[in-house]
């Protein structure tokens, strides 16, 4: 197909939501046909081995958050809770709870059952999370742990004595998944088979952070959380394919277009917002009009970064050393991710002159307590350092009954007007 | 000689010796550890679970274990959501408010909340603020080489505010501290599994505790000294339901509580301030043992279980029916600090266990701050009489 002009616009959003159908009904395919798969998680999913080993991967996050844009997490989160899980604990866990208790039936279609489970220490409700397969199944279960920032500020790269160390832990770690994937699916490790997938991530990454560095442009060329949670979709779950690789080659095809004739993702932006947090699934749509009724656009987000595995960054693995370079692009990306939740102040740091921000909304969620611990602190640092509103929000990213719409919308409100003022007062 | 920061307790009885751990470890102005900066000490703070505390011990330093405290959060409230844990929220209270004068902080990213803890701490405090990542992968081959690396890392931030490095030789000697306050505590707790109409839980507890505010000499003087007496008590038995408490590994439930729980029950077993206990064994510290290494091994290989640990070698409900035949419990207490992710979850973990096992058990939530007890004693004799009297 020829893309010109204008026909570009809006391509990503319809080829990103093909892609996703086709990979659920991929996933479909592989639980109908009672086939393994691997569950996996958005920060430090190590997609590019499990490929390598044919291995179908599951994000049960994305199962998850679809249970809640499609308003059924509740059906979900009954069924977790009736078996004995506390309201209290991350509705992301219920719900995949309810869903394994249905036998994988999702709005998207049947869910395989996790043969394997590899997850990282990026959050801790993962390892969690695992225990709950691994107790229901027996599935076997891999922590790829990936130690992260020890101290604000100090991020030590390849070829630093301290990076080296953890870089040969992880390459320990990466070694012994090797031989448990092995004995999983029943067939030897190619390392070629991992060079391809490593090239694909590679293509897939450079394209990403391009798209995300096009949102500087004015007005912003893409809404960077609800579009963005769509590039997000494509780049956990096909992460490492050819497919995955040519769809970011040409979002940033259709985001350069846009970026140079001035196509924005609001026809009149008024307010450049970044957001910091996790979406509110529950309503995703409503919640983002809350903001664009007012010209609000989000141009930046941290879930953006920490929720990409690392894509963010643009990391490109060395494909002479595949295993050492895998472990290198897990550790700078997961501690991206984790600083991005942790250090959150100093992310917006540098977004605030590269993407000309008006003003920051922090979303706190129940359910998340890695993202949203700190939240409420990193704002009161950040006003310290900027003269740039902000609003905290708190509400979930799947449980509805802790999302009160007329409490947010009546908040969000009052922030525009006190925008509005800030500017009046900025301009006076 | 050993650092007094309790006072002169030598000639105290058992009941004045434990009504001065009931205090000192109830008062939110922790004076011990005013005490040692008085006399010019330094003090690293480390949040739960666990620290290894030699190191900071060796370098001359009062490790301190930060467990949040019965106090209002009146700053710290406007750091943080709703949605949390307690002791995250009054620790930080216990730092802005100055009650806890802190040279180094330390946290572990022991759950999604307290993972935050150092980012939050590095952003309110002037002094260094660490992240310390004990393996989250035990069953590793690489685990035990990473984490002496690491506390080689951490050796480099508690000598940099000591202002002196640590041998090895001075390593050695503060683990064999550490090691004879470990086996005091084993002792301690083989009388409440023994013979617990002689200690209570929140006696027990009182005495424990102390461990995190006090140089770990005096605490081992003050456990020889307790023990003593403990023995020598004239106490009978009663015709008590034995039980474990678990759910105390990170957010402390009160004292009252505990004593609630102590007027139905023997506690024969729990895992309150368990990071004090944690290493189950000696850590070895001959001259020519790599004392590091060593410290590291025996955190991997020879220690207890929590719930913010997975080890593929500790499956969590098979450790808990352990810890119930071990102490020869009848029932055990299954509780979680509110908000406690990890905690919560375990509890459906341990109930489904439990059920599978013919176990009875009660299952609770609580909170540092919670003040009414009536409606769970009340809760407790029921469970209780439901089980002797079945």
């Known amino acids: ?112 059952k996790p043969a394997l489970a590899v997850l990282t220490n990026a959050c801790n409700t993962y390892i969690k999370w695992a225990e709950i397969w691994e107790r229901m199944y027996g599935t076997p279960v891999v922590t790829i742990d990936v130690p992260g920032t020890r101290r604000a500020g100090l991020t030590p790269w390849p070829g630093d004595p301290d990076f080296e160390r953890d870089r040969a832990y992880v390459v320990r770690q990466l070694t012994e998944l090797i031989t448990v994937c092995e004995r999983v699916t029943g067939r030897k490790f190619d390392v070629d088979r991992l060079r391809e997938n490593l090239r694909g991530a590679n293509d897939l990454t450079a394209s990403f952070k391009k798209v995300l560095d096009l949102n500087r442009s004015r007005p912003a060329p893409f809404n960077a959380v609800t579009d963005g949670t769509i590039y997000l979709g494509v780049a956990n779950g096909l992460r490492g394919t050819p497919e995955a690789a040519k769809y970011f080659a ?168 006190g925008l509005a003022t800030h500017r009046a007062g900025r301009a006076s | ?74 700053q710290a409230d406007a750091r943080f959501g709703s949605y949390l844990c307690s002791i995250i929220k009054t620790s930080l209270e216990l730092a802005l408010s100055g009650r806890l004068q ?127 007496l403990i023995e020598t008590r004239s106490a009978e038995p009663r015709d008590l339901l034995r039980v474990v408490f678990e759910g105390g590994f990170c957010e402390q439930p009160p004292l009252e509580l505990l004593r609630t729980i102590a007027s139905s029950c023997y506690v024969v077993d729990d895992d309150l301030l368990i990071g004090l206990r944690y290493l189950l064994e000696d850590v070895p510290s001959g001259r020519d043992d790599d004392p590091w290494l060593a410290l590291a091994r025996t955190y991997l290989d020879a220690s207890t279980y929590t719930p913010v640990q997975h080890d593929l070698r500790k499956p969590k409900e098979r450790m808990l029916l352990e810890r119930i035949r071990g102490s020869r419990a009848q029932a055990a207490i299954v509780s979680a600090a509110k908000m406690c992710e990890p905690g919560l979850d375990e509890q459906v973990a341990y109930s489904r266990a439990l059920d599978a096992e013919g176990l009875s058990y009660f299952v609770t939530e609580f909170e540092e701050r919670m003040t009414g007890y009536d409606h769970l004693q009340i809760q407790l004799e029921t469970f209780i009489e439901n089980v002797m009297f079945a």
């Open chain 2, 102 to 228: 802190l040279d180094l902080f330390v946290s572990h990213p022991i759950c999604d909340a307290a993972r935050n803890l150092a980012a939050i701490w590095g952003r309110n405090f002037t002094y260094g603020s660490r992240i310390l990542y004990l393996p989250q992968n035990p069953n590793s081959t690489g685990s035990a080489a990473y984490l002496r690396d690491e506390y080689q890392r951490l050796r480099g931030d508690v000598e940099e505010v000591a202002g002196r490095t640590i041998t090895d030789a001075a390593l050695r000697e503060s683990i064999a501290v550490f090691n004879e306050n470990r086996r005091l505590i084993r002792w301690l707790y083989g009388i409440r599994r023994d013979t617990p109409w002689l200690l209570s839980v929140d006696e027990s507890y009182a005495l424990l505790a102390l461990g995190g505010i006090i140089t770990r000499e005096e605490h081992n003087a003050l456990l020889h000294r307790a023990i003593g």
């Open chain 1, 250 to 417: 040409d979002l940033h095809e259709e985001m350069a277009h846009k970026a140079a004739n001035r196509i924005g993702t609001l026809n009149e932006e008024r307010y450049r917002l970044a957001f910091v947090g996790v979406p509110c699934y529950p309503i995703f749509r409503r919640f983002n009009e809350m903001f664009s009724e007012w010209g609000g656009t989000f141009v930046s987000s941290t879930y953006l970064w920490f929720a990409s595995g690392g894509a963010a960054l643009g990391w490109q693995y060395e494909l002479q050393d595949p295993i050492a370079s895998l472990a290198a692009g897990l550790l700078v990306g997961v501690r991206q991710a984790m600083d991005n939740m942790f250090f959150a102040d100093t992310a917006l740091d540098q977004m605030v002159d590269g993407f000309g921000l008006d003003g920051v909304v922090f979303h706190s969620v129940k359910s998340c307590r890695t993202v949203s611990t700190g939240l409420a602190d990193a704002r009161r640092s950040f006003s310290t350092r900027h003269d740039i509103p902000s609003l905290f929000l708190e509400s979930d990213m799947m449980d509805r009954r802790v999302v009160s719409e007329a409490q947010l919308k009546n908040r969000v409100d009052a922030f525009f007007e």
């Open chain 2, 1 to 74: 000689m050993v650092a007094r920061l309790l006072g002169d307790w030598d000639a105290l009885s058992l009941d004045d010796l434990l009504g001065l751990a009931r205090d000192t470890v109830e008062d939110p102005d922790l004076p011990t550890v005013g005490r040692w900066r008085d006399q010019g000490g330094k003090v690293v703070g480390h949040f739960q679970v666990y620290f290894p505390e030699e190191i900071a011990h060796a370098a001359g330093l009062l490790p301190v274990k930060v467990r949040g405290a019965q106090v209002e959060s009146r």
């Open chain 1, 1 to 112: 197909m020829v893309h010109n002009g204008d026909a570009l616009v809006g391509r990503g959003l319809e080829d990103g939501a093909a892609l996703f159908r086709q990979w659920f009904a991929s996933l479909d395919a592989v639980a109908r046909r009672g086939e393994p798969a691997a569950y996996v998680f958005v920060m430090g999913s190590v997609a590019e081995l499990l490929r390598s080993f044919d291995l179908p991967v599951v994000f049960p996050e994305i199962n998850s958050l679809q249970t809640a844009v499609r308003h059924v997490a509740h059906e979900y989160l009954d069924d977790a809770e009736d078996y004995g899980y506390s309201p209290d604990i991350c509705a992301y866990v219920k719900a995949d709870v309810g869903l394994q208790m249905r036998g994988g039936v999702h709005p998207a279609g049947r869910v395989p």
